[in-house]
Nanobody
């Protein structure tokens, strides 16, 4: 079955960096576009990054553009999110996502807390 497992979250000071990983199984990773979302406490889930199935096209939400970078390693079936210049407002649970046959699959999420 489809599985998405996020990791790499933690506590980081403002201005710091983190790299999140999403290991996948149960589908052909190299053929699928992938996305990162996040959800802060009391807020709706927010889309933040997209990478195409070719891995040639990326796009970002306004809140993270220029600070975050999405990438994928097809050999490892793993999606990444490099996060730089983190701000307190980046505090959230981060989720990776794939859509297969019209259905959204999600991991369990990884908590990122930006605080001094």
């Amino acid at each position: 079955q489809v599985q998405l497992v996020e990791s790499g979250g933690g506590l980081v000071q403002p201005g710091g960096s983190l790299t999140l990983s999403c290991t996948t199984s149960g589908f052909t990773f190299s053929e699928r576009a992938m996305r990162w979302y996040r959800q802060a406490a009391g807020k709706e889930r927010e889309w933040i990054a997209f990478i195409s199935n070719t891995r040639l096209i990326t796009n970002y939400g306004d809140s993270v553009r220029g600070r975050f970078a999405i990438s994928a390693d097809n050999a490892k079936n793993t999606l990444y999110l490099q996060m730089n210049n983190l701000k307190p407002e980046d505090t959230a649970i981060y989720y990776c996502n794939v859509m297969l046959r019209g259905y959204d699959y999600w991991g369990q999420g990884t908590q990122v807390t930006v605080s001094s």
